[in-house]
T-cell receptor
Framework: RKEVEQDPGPFNVPEGATVAFNCTYS??????FFWYRQDCRKEPKLLMSVYSSGNEDGRFTAQLNRASQYISLLIRDSKLSDSATYLCVVIRRGSARQLTFGSGTQLTVLP | GAVVSQHPSWVICKSGTSVKIECRSLDFQATTMFWYRQFPKQSLMLMAT?????????EQGVEKDKFLINHASLTLSTLTVTSAHPEDSSFYIC??????????????FGPGTRLTVL
């Protein structure tokens, strides 16, 4: 079983739609959680950190459920520029800050 | 913001040659850098952790004699793919870890190097 699992998609949604991505992690010692965005043939870029209390950044809302080892990302009012692959990333406690990436969920926002 | 550069951005080489990729932190010192590899439609896989002034730590399944890592200064780590073969063709990405004022670390990624071995 992969340490971080995501639905690969693709998700094809119309502009303005709300879309949600889910991610599960298997290692209960995971201590830090992030969503990254990766555009085609580019490096990943940090979208937001994920906290137990949930956090919001504009149209993006991230949630963490430690009991279920589950992370989510909600995108409201999606824009064409949101089209990318979204990577769920965790850091295990004691792992020297090594990032473990999920395989990514591909999103295409259609006009 | 912090910037990490990689050079070259893309390289095409013949099978059997060696290729060196540089990763530089441009405006901060990085005691730890990470090297990742990403095959098409797959996620980033950590290859090794590069520590300034000491030997790199390789992930299971990554041959240390094939992927040579040198982290000789606080701003530069290099990855050399020795005797490259077509199956080594991939997108190689480095990241550098920077300590923040609140005690948390943030990783900044380089733009990646696309290697094609013919």
């Amino acid at each position: 079983r992969k340490e971080v699992e995501q639905d690969p998609g693709p998700f094809n949604v119309p502009e303005g739609a709300t879309v949600a991505f889910n991610c599960t992690y298997s290692n209960s010692a995971s201590q830090s959680f992030f969503w990254y965005r990766q555009d085609c043939r580019k490096e990943p870029k940090l979208l937001m950190s994920v906290y137990s209390s949930g956090n919001e950044d504009g149209r993006f809302t991230a949630q963490l459920n430690r009991a279920s080892q589950y992370i989510s990302l909600l995108i409201r009012d999606s824009k064409l520029s949101d089209s990318a692959t979204y990577l769920c990333v965790v850091i295990r406690r004691g792992s020297a800050r090594q990032l473990t990436f999920g395989s990514g969920t591909q999103l295409t926002v259609l006009p | 913001g912090a910037v990490v550069s990689q050079h070259p951005s893309w390289v095409i080489c013949k099978s059997g040659t060696s290729v060196k990729i540089e990763c530089r932190s441009l405006d901060f010192q990085a005691t730890t850098m990470f090297w990742y590899r990403q095959f098409p439609k797959q996620s980033l896989m950590l290859m090794a952790t590069s520590n300034e002034g000491s030997k790199a730590t390789y992930e299971q399944g990554v041959e240390k004699d094939k992927f040579l890592i040198n982290h000789a200064s606080l701003t530069l780590s290099t990855l050399t793919v020795t005797s490259a073969h077509p199956e080594d063709s991939s997108f190689y990405i480095c990241s550098a870890s920077r300590s923040g004022t609140s005690g948390t670390d943030t990783q900044y990624f380089g733009p990646g190097t696309r290697l094609t071995v013919l």
